[in-house]
């Protein structure tokens, strides 16, 4: 079983920064990639972030310049910094990772989410 474990989420005013933070845990052999998505009431999860294990990023266009993706292998974390923040980014953000377990499983696996508040 794997999980992820997200925090770092809360209440920020405009142009201010938050770093959310997502550690995988349990029968994992390796992470493929880790990212970050996040979700508003009534409409679909999208992408905001993501990192493969070559170093590889994709950021969704309202975040690029502002939001920046990390990841400490060595700890099974991925970090999602996020600076000059808008009202437009509160969400629930949600991490997700591809993991090989040690039984050559391929899993998708979903984090809880962490509430982001911009308050303008």
């Known amino acids: 079983q794997v999980q992820l474990v997200e925090s770092g989420g809360g209440l920020v005013q405009a142009g201010g920064s938050l770093r959310l933070s997502c550690t995988a845990s349990?029968?994992?052999?390796?992470?493929?990639?880790m990212g970050w998505y996040r979700q508003a009431p009534g409409k679909q999860r999208e992408l905001v972030a993501a990192?493969?294990?070559?170093?590889?990023?994709n950021y969704a266009d309202s975040v690029k310049g502002r939001f920046t993706i990390s990841r400490a292998n060595a700890k099974n974390t991925v970090y999602l910094q996020m600076n000059s923040l808008k009202s437009e980014d509160t969400d629930d953000y949600y991490c997700?990772?591809?993991?090989?377990?040690?039984?050559?499983?391929?899993?998708?696996?979903w984090g809880q989410g962490t509430l982001v508040t911009v308050s303008s």
């Open positions: 997700k990772a591809e993991v090989i377990a040690y039984d050559n499983r391929r899993l998708e696996v």
């Open positions: 349990g029968s994992i052999f390796s992470i493929n990639a």
């Open positions: 990192l493969t294990t070559d170093g590889s990023t």
